[in-house]
């Protein structure tokens, strides 16, 4: 569950919700500057090549910004991925497709590092075999490093640190231009990709991709994994640079007056869970274009894929000067959520064969921060 920056402001009839924030002073010391640090730190100050690219890999994107990977470089010249078994989301993502194809992200960002310092990075899949049902504490890949001077530089690596997740309203006045959506596609490399700026069939996705959010939030055991992950206001945010992140004078300040409690969010009797409806539905309501991948398969190699693709997307948008954002909730593979799986599905003609793995909403969003990150340190299982 992501929830805007802005959000909540209407608690409490709208009125003096910024009594608790103890004035202008406090409200500017209120940013979780340190836990965006990494963004800045990216390449910078690591002698170690293999720490060099592992700082440009964590700014991954990946669901509920849980940052599951961990970096053994007890081999010279290799890095060997696994996943954190305990950062899954077992109740949103039951089979950890969606953690897997973060995994691929993170590949993906490392490889386009690796190219800048001219390195190829030679990837090799579940060495020790794929996983399933789910992700077990065997290596999701192994890297090894092989200094290449023909390797050609991914243009895209130079949108790396100004890429987003903008989860914000977009503007109703900007439709997104099929040419820029062509070419965001273009950017994929094995994934099918689709995607439509149609108004009546976005207004028509929209509706699908918030009756699924919504069945989301109204399911207890799906929202609490949420709710459990939210980090509220700058301590907490720094202490645990993970997770759904809300942050901000208005809203560190509703938590401190007892405004914005987790109790609250988790009943849907609340005026906290029914205030926060309307300002979730916003983004959806907001999305200027859908955009879509699918593969032919669903193995743990088509997500880590699927994760290369995405994050190539994402920065193909980026260029674009467009925003993008992940409505994943259709997706999931939780038994309520079945209804609108199959709907979603039929919606975007996909075939009984295939998978739906990401489905986007693209628009003209506003700037915003990167997400909060655990520094190289953290990630790192033994050097």
């Not at 006045?173 to 995607?195: C, G, N, T």
């Not at 918030?210 to 700058?234: N, Q």
């Amino acid at each position: 569950m992501a929830v805007t920056r802005r959000g909540f402001i209407s608690i409490a009839g709208g009125g003096v919700v910024l009594a608790a924030a103890g004035g202008g002073l406090w409200a500017s010391t209120r940013d979780p500057a340190s836990a965006r640090q990494p963004w800045q730190d990216a390449g910078r100050g690591e002698s170690d090549l293999r720490r060099r690219l592992l700082s440009f890999a964590i700014l991954a994107p990946n669901p509920h910004n849980r940052q599951p990977w961990l970096a053994d470089l007890s081999t010279e010249n290799e890095i060997t991925l696994y996943c954190e078994s305990a950062r899954r989301l077992p109740q949103t993502d039951p089979h950890d497709r969606q953690i897997t194809i973060g995994l691929g992200c993170f590949l993906e960002l490392l490889a386009q590092a690796a190219a800048e310092e001219g390195y190829h990075a030679d990837v090799t899949l579940f060495p020790e075999g794929e996983p399933q049902p789910r992700l077990d504490n065997h290596p999701v890949a192994r890297v090894l490093l092989v200094q290449d001077a023909t390797i050609t530089r991914d243009p895209l690596f130079q949108q790396v640190l100004l890429r987003r997740s903008n989860k914000e309203a977009y503007d109703l006045a900007r439709p997104v231009e099929a040419d820029k959506l062509a070419e965001i596609a273009a950017a994929a490399r094995i994934s099918v990709v689709a995607h439509t700026n149609d108004p009546v069939r976005v207004e028509a996705l929209r509706t699908l991709a918030w009756d699924a959010y919504f069945k989301e939030i109204t399911t207890p055991h799906a929202l609490k994994e949420s709710i459990d992950l939210i980090r509220i206001g700058r301590a907490e945010i720094e202490a645990d640079p993970d997770g759904i992140d809300l942050s901000g004078p208005v809203l560190e300040g509703l938590s401190m007056a007892g405004l914005l409690s987790r109790k609250d969010m988790l009943d849907q009797t609340s005026t906290t869970f029914q205030e926060q409806i309307p300002i979730l539905k916003e983004p959806v309501d907001t999305a200027m274009a859908f955009l879509w991948l699918k593969t032919a398969g669903n193995s743990r190699a088509d997500q880590i894929a699927t994760g290369r693709d995405y994050i190539r997307l994402n920065l193909a948008a980026t260029a674009a000067g467009l925003s993008m954002h992940p409505l994943s909730q259709a997706l999931q593979e939780f038994v309520e959520m079945r209804p609108h799986f199959l709907a979603m599905r039929a919606a975007l003609v996909v075939g009984e064969s295939e998978t739906l793995q990401m489905f986007v909403r693209l628009g003209y969003g506003p700037v915003i921060e990167g997400a909060p990150r655990w520094p190289v340190d953290t990630r790192i299982r033994s050097a």
